[in-house]
């Protein structure tokens, strides 16, 4: 953005209210022009846009473009564009190009990490009770294949008023010598908790003290509700693995992901499958194979739309909804609300509880009301919601009237 301030940018393609004061500065972004670049379904209040990413004007354009020149000579690859995927992506998450590899998705990322992983059979996996399904599958499928365990700890007791002591100190009891790995969540899709991924660090790193490489305990991390959600640098918070799909929060092409892994622990993890990318020892993770490279390419569109608004602009516009949807809630009569009110602890999910109906239920009449949300798909289908900066504080209200009214 060379002799132009993001501010300048930010009004120049519209995207900024043109006179913000200094005081509204932080609030200065014209989120209604943001929405514009998506092709949303103008008659639905969608608070489920985490799913699976709508893309804004400029990813398709990209997608677009790439597609055409691929269309003119499929054999003109472009990996001088992968390259600039990784840079964009290392500049975005705080890490170097070469420690991230391509993946279509979180789950093929961590599949990919927990098959990789040199584990012997007298070790073990340890992940949380909280972790996604797909998760817990990819590591008890690598588990399986040597004859390793995998274990579930507990790491709180209730979601809603989990404190980061709590976290830490709990798993501090749950590893042993022969743990492995740690898995843990950033944001959890079960119950809105944002897991304090330093704390968990910090335990990590004590527990290794004095453990050669091959037993080194490695902390993964399934990042994918955190990344373009929260405002931190993912590859700097301290874990060994940061695995996230790039078509959720970041709004890039569906199909796309990416594994980042600590130089450091890198040579722990061998490749699963064979890879067109040699750019680097982590690069190789990436499944090989011809690929949707449209797709590919384009997440670079993706993350610069988001280094356009600003990350924190928009981690503080995802917890400026989230909150309003809680505290609205917190107003209703016997609702429950499952997810911390504490934005340190919370992101852009919130999870809750409306008396006497399943989360199905309450799924099912928003969406008579043209109300599309989620439910988690856990143990406990808790309602679901997710703040998006494509929503705005009307649909907010609009939803808190309509849950009232059931
Ligand atoms: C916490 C979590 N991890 C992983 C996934 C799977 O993501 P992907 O579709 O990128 O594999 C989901 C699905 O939404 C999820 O909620």
Known sequence: MKGMDRRDFLVGTGLLAVTPTAASAAQGTDWGAVRREFRLDPTLINLGLFYLASNPREVRSAVETFKRKLDANSHDLMPDQAQEVAVALGQYVGGA???????????????????????????????????????????????????????????????????????????RNSITPQTRAVGITWVQSSTGVRMPVRACAQVVAEANKGRSPEDRCLL??????GLAAVDDDAARLGADVFVAGTHKWLFGPRGTGMVWVNPQVSNQIVPLLPSLSDRSETALLGPGGFHAFEQYYAVRAAVEFHQRLGRSRVAARITELATRFKDGLAEIPGVVIHTPRDPRMSAGMVCFDVPGQPGPEVVGRLKEKRIQITTAAYRIPYARIGTAILNTPAEIDRTLKEIRSL
Do not use: C, M
């Not at 399986?144 to 008023?161: F, M």
């Not at 993964?220 to 509700?225: C, E, I, K, L, S």
């Open 97 to 171: 190009p070469d420690d991230i590899a391509f993946v279509p998705n979180t789950t093929i990322g961590l599949s990919i990490v927990y098959g990789g992983l040199r584990l012997r059979r007298d070790q073990e996996l340890l992940l949380t009770d909280q972790d996604h399904a797909w998760h817990r599958q990819a590591a008890q499928l690598a588990a399986d294949r040597v004859g390793a365990k995998v274990r579930i700890g507990t790491l709180y007791a209730n979601s809603a008023s989990v404190t980061e002591d709590e976290v830490a100190s709990r798993l």
């Open 220 to 225: 993964v991390v399934d990042g994918v509700h």
